[in-house]
Every structure is written in structure tokens, then in C-alpha cells.
């Protein structure tokens, strides 16, 4: 997202009939509650509809994806008085939890559209929530980035491509892979900016609605669910942004 709302009118999530293009994208995973990552929230619109995910790092301060902040019907930015951050809700049909309004959104400056990087925000919330925050990745960390390494998804998203989204929290384990077959799924791919995850046969993966989501290896958020096309096809894993080159400009914000 840059400055300019000019500049995002194109960016959009992909659909869920758009099945060939990048979506805003647990698939293969299983249930999963609030306790195990307290630092996880749900973003929803100002009349309680989830669309995004995203991570505490204080607990006044939520690491998500920048392309949520896109309105989707406008193509502008979202505002902070639109935005709610939920903790501690495992199922969303409930009024568990905390619930926090926004405000104030920073978009990286960078941000033009999901599939070309820089997709990572920070939303500052009015008051702090009581869960403490998830730590975040090392700036140029590579240990946590080496292919093979396991990261686990968190999101309230659909759990099949065609299905609809999960009122309850899932959460699916996921290898990160080689930046090999990641460039060999997505032409756009960037190693900078970008990593991916993802088994060969498929089956596991964010989907749509997990957005912003965290992806967590040895209790640090090491990526922010960003897109990929459809949910858990073979040969497509799922794309995250790579908080690692981002930590510096982050610390910035918090």
C-alpha cells in the first residue's frame, strides 16, 4: 500500500471464483485455540465481519498484511475507525475475548499489491489488550528460513478452496521450501520480500481469510500470510511475507 489511494485502486484479494489467480489467502490442519497463541487476533470490520488475521507484538501494536488494509469494494485504504482487533475469541461466533479498536494504520511505504512484496502493516490500537505479544523475528535472520523448517499457520479462514470460512481457529503445520520451487510456482516470486511454505502433494495450506495470519517457527512471527493460488494445490505453496527483512522498519513502528 503506498500513500497515494490512487496507487491501490487495482489491488484487490482475488475471489474465491478467481481460482487462478493469487488469493488472499487452513487447509489441512486442525483445531486449534486462543491458549496456544494468545497473541493471535482477529481483524473484523466495524460491523463484526472477519476478513483478516494478525499478530500482537505489544499489546498495543498488531503485525497483519498490507494488502488488508485495502478496502475491497473501493479499492482504498481502509481506515483506523473501520478496523477491530479481537483476542482470545477461539470461536468467532462467540463474544469471548477482547476487543479493541484501531487507532492508527501504518501500511509499508512500499506496498503496491500482494504478489509484489512489501506486503506487511501495523495497526496501533486505542487501548492495549491484556495477551502479551509474540516475538518477532531477528533482522536477516536465514536460520528460521531454511528450507524444511516448520511453521505453523493460524487462521479463521476457509478450510477448503471452494468452502466457506471457520468460525472456529485451525492451525496447520507447514515445511518452508526451496526458493527454487517457489519461483517455479510464482514468476513474480522475491526472495527479498517473500518466502514460501507448502507440501509438494498439497493438502496443506492458508486459504482464503487467513490473510495477515501469523506463520510462527521457535515462538517468533517469521512471516504474515500473503497470497497464493487456490488452497493447498499440489506444487503451490503458499506465499508469506518475510518479516526478516522488515524487523528494522518495524521496530520503527512499535
Not at 498490507?66 to 481502509?78: D, F, I, K, N, S
Not at 479481537?86 to 494504520?105: K, M, N, P, Q
Amino acid at each position: 500500500m503506498t500513500g497515494a489511494v490512487a496507487a491501490l485502486a487495482g489491488v484487490h484479494p482475488a475471489t474465491a471464483g478467481a481460482a487462478e489467480e493469487p488469493q488472499a489467502r487452513v487447509l489441512g490442519g486442525s483445531a486449534a485455540t486462543t491458549d496456544e497463541a494468545p497473541w493471535l487476533v482477529a481483524l473484523t470490520d466495524d460491523h463484526g465481519r472477519q476478513f483478516c488475521g494478525g499478530t500482537l507484538v505489544t499489546p498495543i501494536k498488531v503485525v497483519t498484511a498490507a494488502h488488508c488494509m485495502v478496502e475491497p469494494l473501493t479499492g482504498g485504504q481502509r481506515g483506523p475507525e473501520q478496523l477491530r482487533a479481537i483476542a482470545g475469541r477461539t470461536d468467532l461466533s462467540t463474544d469471548e475475548g477482547e476487543v479493541a479498536e484501531v487507532d492508527r494504520v501504518w501500511v509499508h511505504p512500499g506496498f503496491r499489491g500482494y504478489t509484489s512484496g512489501d506486503d506487511v502493516a501495523v495497526l496501533t490500537l486505542r487501548q492495549p489488550l491484556s495477551q502479551g505479544g509474540l516475538p518477532l523475528v531477528d533482522q536477516g535472520d536465514t536460520e528460521h528460513y531454511r528450507p524444511g523448517t516448520v511453521g505453523r499457520v493460524y487462521g479463521w479462514g476457509k478450510t477448503s478452496e471452494s468452502g466457506q470460512p471457520s468460525t472456529t481457529l485451525q492451525a496447520v503445520d507447514v515445511p518452508i521450501t526451496t526458493d527454487e520451487a517457489c519461483r517455479g510456482a510464482y514468476p513474480n516470486y522475491d526472495a527479498r520480500s517473500m518466502f514460501c511454505a507448502g507440501v509438494p502433494e498439497g493438502g496443506r495450506d492458508a486459504c482464503t481469510g487467513d490473510s495477515g495470519g501469523p506463520i510462527v517457527a521457535d515462538n517468533r512471527l517469521i512471516g504474515v500470510v500473503s497470497y497464493g493460488t487456490g488452497c493447498g494445490r499440489p506444487n503451490t505453496p503458499g506465499v508469506y511475507t518475510r518479516l526478516s527483512s522488515y524487523t528494522g522498519e518495524l521496530a520503527g513502528q512499535l
